[in-house]
């Protein structure tokens, strides 16, 4: 299966700043079927970008991700106290569908 | 808006089978892919299986054919069952529509289930 190792561990910004996550695959990603998502604490998680680099309905365009074949990144631009968060990739071209470890989100 | 609500038994006992059900409120099932995806605390996600709305499914294969899920359109709803369970399958199971080439959205809000005698 494909794994997904997500880094940092933990990000600790402070509003304002730009955070950015890292997703690399162990294999290549198909069709860079790539999608990251946002959970929030006692929450589900939100689908924030899907193919990559397109962003979901409704989510503002702080958020960017890109990258291809096994490197991804997501972007938040102008970090908000609301960003705080787990970060989650997950990948949808190769079987089966893979979750990584995850990145939290800090704001200081 | 397509919303979606996971129900069931919060507690199930060791080799006993998980029975959940997620209804589908605002749309309709007669088209994309269904999922489930378990979490166990404090730890990432991970992808059950899926049923298609034509009744095809696919499963993680780490489950060891322990998952079955099906699907009653006529309901509105799809349904996962979990055979031979034991602590490890202790965790907050997830129900989403799955879009196949766009991820999954959106979510079910949630149920945790807990495996103990």
């Known amino acids: 299966e494909t794994v997904l190792t997500q880094s940092p561990g933990t990000l600790s910004l402070s509003p304002g700043e730009r955070a950015t996550l890292s997703c690399r695959a162990s294999q290549s990603v198909r069709s860079s079927y790539l999608a990251w998502y946002q959970q929030k604490p006692g929450q589900a998680p939100r689908l924030l970008i899907y193919g990559a680099s397109s962003r979901a309905t409704g989510i503002p365009d702080r958020f960017s991700g890109s990258g291809s074949g096994t490197d991804f990144s997501l972007t938040i631009n102008r970090l908000e106290p609301e960003d705080l968060a787990v970060y989650y990739c997950q990948q949808y071209g190769n079987s089966p569908l893979t979750f990584g470890g995850g990145t939290k989100v800090e704001i200081k | 808006q397509v919303q979606l609500q996971e129900s069931g038994p919060g507690l199930v006992k060791p080799s006993e089978t998980l029975s959940l059900t997620c209804t589908v409120s605002g749309g309709s099932m007669t088209s994309d892919f269904w999922s489930w995806i378990r979490q166990p605390p404090g730890k990432t996600l991970e992808w059950i299986g899926y049923v298609h709305y034509s009744g095809s499914t696919s499963y993680n294969p780490s489950l060891k054919s322990r998952a079955t899920i099906s699907r009653d359109t006529s309901k509105n709803q799809f349904s996962l069952k979990l055979t031979s369970v034991t602590a490890a399958d202790t965790a907050m199971y997830f129900c989403?529509?799955?879009?196949?080439?766009?991820?999954?959205?959106?979510w079910g809000q949630g149920t945790l289930v807990t495996v103990s005698s």
């Open positions: 989403a529509r799955d879009l196949a080439a766009r991820g999954f959205d959106p």
